[in-house]
């Protein structure tokens, strides 16, 4: 994170016998080097019932307190790894009425950080440490985070493009509702007098064109199941429109329920046939579902060699689930080892943003951007394709959000 080249070792005469800048992590210090005492989360194996109370560090908030006196009061490796491989969600928990982790249980939101970007700030923090002690690392002061935007596309047509018995099923849905707004504007577009809603894939360049980001699209590439509806694959209109998103942006794939479910064989179809029909090997994956089972769902990614992840958020709660801003590598502790599988953080999806309680969710975005302290945080947004709807520019939201990209 702070791109300092280093060496490890365990041999205390090779330690001694350096003479530039170290660090020791042990229980006691060697002699009067820069200093971690370390707490005994590293050096266990296994998942172990974690006491966890809240120090700080200034004003920062921390755990496994461990040196008072010390350059680092506290572990910063044990606690930086507690949060990033989610050891809590690797322990019984209890679930949500939809079976997810609930971030309420969480630490974060218990000691009141899940909206910071806390081991970013712990490290830069620490990064400052090292830098009053030693004159050969200089803290880098002009730092800049990046923001990120992922557009996924979970259903491609709310109305056209469907088949006659999806359609009846909608309108009998908006009569028995009384909706007739819902039914008349569903009319309008089936005689082709309004544009489908979710069809907003035409204006992407113009949603983009002044901004630095360029979003990277996840499509949903599977047949309906009981599970969820999805937008047919056979669809000619679908298929042109995920070859030519295809050749303005980067494509990753975007995962059934049934997948998350059945992984075994449904997510290497669905692999394999938007391969198929882009002609690229996809790489990038994103699950539509959430993270059900932490183990479970990176273990069956890992296993269809997926190598970018972008799902360690929460689907309707904004923060950072595993504590940072910075794409991590995922490490599974039945194999007690790293996976070659990154994990970019999501720090809100639109779903949360809307479901703030606050005029302007957008400042919160912009709060958090205004956070990040390294050059390797990202401020990682997911918007759908409906959000770009062109009929809803005078939405407060959406101009936001569209505002906020292009600073």
Same mark, same amino acid.
């Given at each position: 994170?702070?791109?300092?080249?280093?060496?490890?070792?365990?041999?205390?005469?090779?330690?001694?016998?350096?003479?530039?800048?170290?660090?020791?992590?042990?229980?006691?210090?060697?002699?009067?080097?820069?200093?971690?005492?370390?707490?005994?989360?590293?050096?266990?194996?296994?998942?172990?019932? $974690?006491?966890?109370?809240?120090?700080?560090?200034?004003?920062?908030?921390? #755990?496994?307190?461990?040196? %008072?006196?010390?350059?680092?009061?506290?572990?910063?490796?044990?606690?930086?790894?507690?949060?990033?491989?989610?050891?809590?969600?690797?322990?019984? +928990?209890?679930?949500?009425?939809?079976?997810?982790?609930?971030?309420?249980?969480?630490?974060?939101?218990?000691?009141?950080?899940?909206?910071?970007?806390?081991?970013?700030?712990?490290?830069?923090?620490?990064?400052?440490?090292?830098?009053?002690?030693?004159?050969?690392?200089?803290?880098?002061?002009?730092?800049?985070?990046?923001?990120?935007?992922?557009?996924?596309?979970?259903?491609?047509? &709310?109305?056209?493009?469907?088949?006659?018995?999806?359609?009846?099923?909608? #309108?009998?849905?908006?009569?028995?509702?009384?909706?007739?707004?819902?039914?008349?504007?569903?009319?309008?577009?089936l005689i082709r007098f309004k544009n489908?809603?979710?069809?907003?894939?035409?204006?992407?360049?113009?949603?983009?064109?002044?901004?630095?980001?360029?979003?990277?699209?996840?499509?949903?590439?599977?047949?309906?199941?009981?599970?969820?509806?999805?937008t047919s694959i056979f669809n000619l *209109? #679908?298929?042109?429109?995920?070859?030519?998103?295809?050749?303005?942006?980067?494509?990753?794939?975007?995962?059934?329920?049934?997948?998350?479910?059945?992984?075994?064989?449904?997510?290497?179809?669905?692999?394999?046939?938007? $391969?198929?029909?882009?002609?690229?090997?996809?790489?990038?994956?994103?699950?539509?579902?959430?993270?059900?089972?932490? *183990?479970?769902? +990176?273990?069956?990614? +890992?296993?269809?060699?997926?190598?970018?992840?972008?799902?360690?958020? +929460?689907?309707?709660?904004?923060?950072?689930?595993?504590?940072?801003?910075?794409?991590?590598?995922?490490?599974?502790?039945? &194999?007690?080892?790293?996976?070659?599988?990154?994990?970019?953080?999501?720090?809100? %999806?639109?779903?949360?943003?809307?479901?703030?309680?606050?005029?302007?969710?957008?400042?919160?975005?912009?709060?958090?951007?205004?956070?990040?302290?390294?050059?390797?945080?990202?401020?990682?947004?997911?918007?759908?394709?409906?959000?770009?709807?062109?009929?809803?520019?005078?939405?407060?939201?959406?101009?936001?959000?569209?505002?906020?990209?292009?600073?």
């Open positions: 994170m702070l791109m300092i080249n280093f060496d490890l070792t365990t041999k205390v005469e090779i330690f001694v016998a350096h003479s530039g800048p170290k660090l020791s992590y042990s229980n006691k210090p060697l002699g009067d080097e820069f200093f971690v005492k370390s707490h005994l989360l590293l050096f266990e194996q296994g998942i172990t019932t $974690q006491k966890l109370k809240l120090d700080f560090w200034d004003e920062l908030p921390i #755990f496994f307190l461990t040196n %008072t006196e010390g350059n680092c009061p506290f572990d910063i490796f044990a606690a930086s790894f507690f949060l990033l491989s989610r050891y809590e969600e690797c322990m019984p +928990y209890l679930k949500t009425n939809l079976g997810y982790f609930d971030p309420s249980q969480s630490i974060s939101m218990k000691f009141d950080f899940l909206e910071l970007p806390i081991i970013d700030l712990w490290v830069s923090k620490f990064q400052e440490k090292l830098a009053s002690n030693f004159q050969q690392i200089v803290k880098k002061r002009n730092h800049k985070a990046s923001k990120k935007i992922l557009l996924e596309v979970p259903l491609a047509f &709310r109305y056209s493009n469907r088949s006659f018995l999806e359609n009846l099923e909608d #309108f009998i849905s908006s009569i028995w509702k009384l909706n007739f707004k819902q039914l008349i504007f569903q009319i309008l577009v489908d809603p979710f069809d907003t894939f035409d204006f992407w360049k113009e949603w983009f064109e002044k901004s630095s980001i360029k979003p990277q699209v996840f499509f949903l590439f599977s047949q309906s199941s009981s599970y969820q509806v999805t *209109r #679908f298929k042109k429109i995920i070859k030519k998103t295809g050749d303005f942006f980067s494509l990753g794939l975007l995962t059934s329920i049934r997948a998350q479910i059945d992984s075994k064989k449904q997510i290497l179809r669905e692999k394999n046939d938007f $391969q198929k029909l882009t002609n690229r090997s996809i790489f990038d994956v994103r699950l539509s579902n959430g993270i059900l089972n932490l *183990r479970k769902d +990176y273990e069956m990614l +890992y296993e269809n060699e997926f190598k970018n992840d972008y799902s360690m958020g +929460y689907l309707d709660q904004i923060g950072f689930r595993a504590g940072t801003a910075t794409p991590y590598y995922f490490y599974d502790f039945s &194999r007690e080892s790293q996976l070659s599988l990154k994990l970019t953080p999501i720090f809100a %999806t639109e779903e949360s943003l809307k479901r703030i309680n606050n005029p302007f969710p957008v400042e919160k975005l912009r709060a958090a951007y205004e956070m990040l302290p390294l050059n390797s945080s990202i401020l990682t947004i997911v918007l759908t394709n409906a959000f770009l709807d062109p009929n809803l520019k005078n939405n407060n939201l959406q101009k936001g959000l569209l505002n906020f990209i292009s600073d």
